[in-house]
């Protein structure tokens, strides 16, 4: 607190007040494969448009409401924190998103589509009756998406079960429900098919599994549901 | 004791809701022909095969006062009428707006999804009341006051794409000008500052949705509560931004242009550079000369409107009961209520 105030009365520029008082901001993450490598499913200039400028807004965007709200509230701007929000919603929601879904996919040589094992895999089962069951109802539900948003497998931590959800524009999860942890997300924003498929959706999620990476989703189910 | 029968005035008829906009006015062509036919079928002089013919769609056409044409469909069927919406074509062939918008796209944005949209809403108000309903009333049924029904989205959609086509002309772009530009001066202080706004708007409609130039006729942006005093600097162009499937339609606005902000719409051409498809629409495509046509149906429709609501006002201010009139009802004559000792 005294350095702040030290520095505001050094009239130190505020950028580098943000950086003293530690703001956080953040930075495209890398894929753990080529743009092309989940061909034929997703084309690589999907991917790349996709990492390099979708994700890229968002997050360039997100970091400048950031430095702005950090501004507001060091001021007492209240209005002005408010007014930010709906940015942060936006723009903090895809980069959360995206983050996730990059690590949802996987090339078919390094695992990407091969059904879940282990407890996650019997738990789609108790839950769904089926893996087909879970995702035909996980295609219906995105295709059913009116405009933009994302398909969900989640797992609900308080009930430890699994639900199927779907968000609207780039809402994260937890703003349908605090205690949903994201397991798979699909994005059905027009732009994370376009190229390929076009106005059809149904294929985009049709195909969309043969590169869907079971193993992150199953490390992420037993770090909650521990056997 | 007699009984003085009294000459009561005329008990007050109820008044009329003052919600814009009363339904009467929103007939468009269907419902009057509907309106017509059901009149006509008694009548032995018209078959039904004339009803189904194009004579009686224009005839009928042509008691709407809107500039707006909308295509009437006839399945011919001896003895019924059934009806459903048409896919209606953009007014330039699918290649005409090159290179500004490709052919490619108005054969996807224009062939799949407005034909999508017009399929799936004529399978979705098939063999329910809706079906009898032109498309402005379809929407305003199944908006259902923010309520939204299912056939909303589609209905919509519709809509929303036909103004949309006939938004664009090729070689369209440049200045608007007569009494739209001197609305636009007078509201946006110039066209550069229409044109910001219209940006602003377009790019910051998160998500899918639409970028909208509308003439709003009240100042009140309650839907319920009627401008007590209206006046023409009341009545002024607005820019708005609506999600998904919104048109200002719901709003009781009078839509002038559109641009689909949705991905679709662009991804193609533009992949995800939304502000140069935004820059590319106001400089090359837009039509100004139907913007001015649109706002002068508008201001002919709100004119309407307005002398309707006078009249409507005229009658009430008839039928008020004055303060002393009050009286009669309850009798200051002591002759009504007899005594109990007679």
Redesign the interface.
């Known amino acids: 607190m005294a350095l702040r105030t030290f520095a505001k009365t050094l009239g130190v520029p505020s950028r580098v007040q943000q950086q003293l008082r530690g703001l956080q901001t953040f930075t495209l993450p890398d894929l753990a494969y080529d743009y092309g490598a989940l061909e034929p499913a997703i084309s690589g200039d999907i991917m790349q448009?996709h990492h390099q400028?979708?994700h890229q807004?968002y997050i360039t965007n997100y970091n400048k409401a950031l430095e702005q709200l950090d501004d507001a509230i060091a001021k007492g701007d209240a209005s002005t924190a408010v007014k930010l929000q709906?940015a942060i919603k936006?723009n903090g929601g895809g980069h959360v998103n995206h983050s996730i879904f990059w690590k949802n996919l996987a090339p078919t040589k390094e695992g990407g589509g091969e059904s879940p094992h282990g407890s996650l895999g019997w738990a789609i089962d108790e839950s769904f009756g089926s893996l087909e069951k879970l995702i035909a109802k996980m295609n219906a539900e995105g295709a059913a998406v009116?405009?933009?948003?994302w398909v969900w497998l989640a797992l609900d931590k308080e009930l430890k079960r699994l639900v199927v959800e779907t968000t609207?524009?780039?809402d994260p999860l937890v703003t349908v429900g605090p205690s949903l942890v994201p397991l798979i997300g699909i994005d059905v924003?027009?732009?994370a098919y376009?190229?390929q498929y076009?106005?059809v959706r149904p294929d985009y999620l049709k195909n969309i599994w043969k590169v869907i990476n079971w193993k992150y989703a199953s490390e992420i189910y037993e770090k909650e549901c521990p056997k | 004791m007699s009984f003085k029968p009294k000459t009561l005035p005329n008990p007050p008829k109820p008044h009329p809701q003052p919600n814009y906009p009363h339904p009467l006015y929103r007939l468009c062509c269907r419902d009057r022909e509907m309106l017509m036919a059901s009149v006509t079928t008694i009548s032995s002089h018209l078959t039904s095969a004339f009803l189904s013919t194009p004579e009686f769609c224009r005839l009928s056409q042509s008691l709407h006062s809107s500039q707006r044409q909308r295509r009437c469909t006839r399945r011919y069927v001896p003895g019924t009428i059934s009806a459903s919406i048409d896919l209606k074509p953009p007014p330039y062939p699918l290649n005409a707006l090159e290179p500004h918008m490709s052919k490619e796209t108005l054969e996807?944005h224009w062939g799949?999804?407005h034909r999508?949209y017009v399929n799936n809403l004529n399978k979705q108000i098939e063999g329910t009341e809706l079906e009898e309903l032109s498309l402005e009333s379809i929407i305003s049924a199944s908006y259902n006051k923010g309520d939204i029904l299912p056939a909303f989205?589609n209905a919509a959609q519709v809509w929303n794409h036909e103004f949309f086509w006939e938004s664009m002309k090729p070689g369209g772009g440049g200045k608007p000008s007569g009494e739209l530009l001197e609305l636009i001066n007078r509201d946006f202080g110039s066209f550069e500052g229409l044109v910001h706004e219209f940006k602003l708007a377009a790019t910051t409609q998160?998500?899918?949705?639409w970028a909208w130039l509308v003439y709003k006729e009240h100042k009140l942006d309650i839907p319920n509560a009627r401008n007590p005093r209206p006046s023409e600097e009341d009545k002024k162009l607005v820019v708005v931004k609506s999600?998904?499937?919104i048109n200002p339609l719901v709003w009781e606005y009078h839509p002038l242009l559109t641009l689909d902000v949705?991905?679709?719409a662009y991804?193609?051409d533009f992949?995800?550079r939304r502000t140069d498809y935004i820059s590319t629409f106001l400089s090359k495509l837009v039509s100004w000369d139907t913007v001015s046509s649109r706002l002068e149906a508008a201001k002919v429709l709100v004119a309407e409107r307005e002398r309707e609501m006078e009249e409507i006002d005229a009658i009430d201010d008839m039928d008020t009961i004055e303060p002393e009139d009050a009286d009669m009802y309850f009798g200051s004559d002591a002759d009504d209520f007899p005594e109990d000792d007679e």
């Open positions: 448009l400028k979708h807004t709906s936006f009116q405009g933009s948003g609207a524009n780039q924003w027009e732009h376009y190229l076009k106005n | 996807y799949k999804h999508g989205n998160f998500g899918s949705g999600p998904n499937a949705w991905e679709h991804y193609l992949e995800n």
